[in-house]
């Protein structure tokens, strides 16, 4: 089920293969048809944020490694000297996303 959920192809085209059937051409009415998965390369933003992880010595939970990518001006921060790391605001170029 959860393949199903995260298939970046046709959504028929996986049921079908599921039960032994092919299909060579997407059906052109499932959701993944009509509006395409946008894919992104994020190798860049993983080794910013494995670089941060590792300069904060691996200390800090998510929430604060963000908080330091994006240049956060806090108490926190300027208390552990992470407001000087190479990483420190070198992700300011993202926006936040809450949900």
């Given at each position: 089920?959860?393949?199903f959920a995260?298939?970046?192809?046709c959504r028929r085209q996986v049921l079908l293969n599921?039960?032994?059937e092919y299909r060579?051409?997407?059906c052109g009415n499932c959701d993944i048809c009509l509006?395409?998965?946008k894919h992104f390369d994020a190798t860049q933003e993983a080794q910013?944020?494995?670089?941060?992880?590792?300069?904060?010595?691996q200390s800090f939970g998510i929430s604060y490694v963000v908080e330091v990518l994006r240049g956060m001006s806090n108490?926190?921060?300027r208390e552990h000297g992470h407001d000087k790391l190479t990483t420190y605001g070198i992700g300011r170029d993202h926006s936040t996303i809450t949900g």
């Open positions: 089920m959860s393949a995260e298939a970046q192809t599921y039960f032994g060579e051409q997407p509006d395409p998965p910013k944020a494995l670089s941060c992880v590792y300069r904060v010595n108490i926190r921060i």
